[in-house]
C-alpha cells in the first residue's frame, strides 16, 4: 500500500492519498472551514464514503496504518478542553475506517502521560507508531514512541534527545 501526505500544513485542505486492496484511490481530506471547525472527508475514485466533523481548532493531521490492516487509521491534534481536564490543551484522536469506509472514532484521547506538545506518525515499520513530543511536570521536554492498543496509545518507550 502507497501512503502520501499530499499538502502542506498551511493549507487550507490537506490530503492523504492511499491505494486500496482493489486497486481503487482512496483520499482521506481535512477540509478547514474556519479557525474552529474542520471536516474529515474520505472518497474512493473521487465518490464521497464518509465526513466527521471536528468543531475544534486543528494543529496536526497525519494518516497511517496503525493496525497492521493496510487501511489507514487517521490522527489528528486538536486543541480542547474534556470533562476531567477543564483547560484547553492539545489532545490527540485517532480514527479508522470502519468497513473501510466510515470514519469512525478509534481512540478520542483525554490526555497523554505528560502535557502533549506535537506528534507524528513513524513509518518506519507496520504497524506504524505514534512519535510524541511532551512536557514532563517540571517543564522538561520529552520525545515517546507509543502504538496502538486495544484502548489507546500504548507507551512503547522514550526517545533520546
Known amino acids: 500500500m502507497a501512503y502520501g501526505l499530499t499538502a502542506s500544513c498551511g493549507q487550507e485542505t490537506k490530503s492523504f492519498t492511499y491505494e486500496c486492496k482493489d486497486g481503487q484511490k482512496g483520499v482521506i481530506r481535512m477540509e ?3 479557525d474552529s471547525l474542520y471536516i474529515l ?22 494518516c497511517g496504518d496503525l493496525t497492521g490492516d493496510s487501511c ?13 481536564s477543564p483547560t484547553r490543551d492539545k489532545r490527540l484522536f485517532l480514527f479508522k475506517l470502519y468497513r473501510r469506509r466510515l470514519i469512525r472514532p478509534l481512540w ?12 507524528r506518525l513513524v513509518g518506519d515499520s ?15 521536554p ?14 512503547e518507550r522514550y526517545l533520546q534527545e
Request: hydrophobic share 35%; with cysteine; glycine share 8%.
Open 72 to 84: 489507514p487509521e487517521i490522527a489528528v491534534g486538536v486543541i480542547k478542553a474534556t470533562r476531567y
Open 126 to 140: 507496520v504497524p506504524m507508531r505514534i512519535c510524541t513530543s511532551e512536557r514532563k511536570p517540571d517543564g522538561t
Open 108 to 119: 478520542l484521547g483525554s490526555r497523554m502521560p505528560h502535557p502533549l506538545e506535537d506528534f
Open 142 to 155: 520529552c520525545r515517546a514512541l507509543y502504538r496502538l492498543g486495544n484502548f489507546g496509545p500504548v507507551f
Open 32 to 34: 478547514r472551514i474556519h
Open 41 to 62: 472527508h474520505h472518497l474512493i475514485d473521487g465518490v464521497g464514503q464518509s465526513s466527521w466533523e471536528l468543531p475544534y481548532p486543528v494543529y496536526r493531521f497525519d
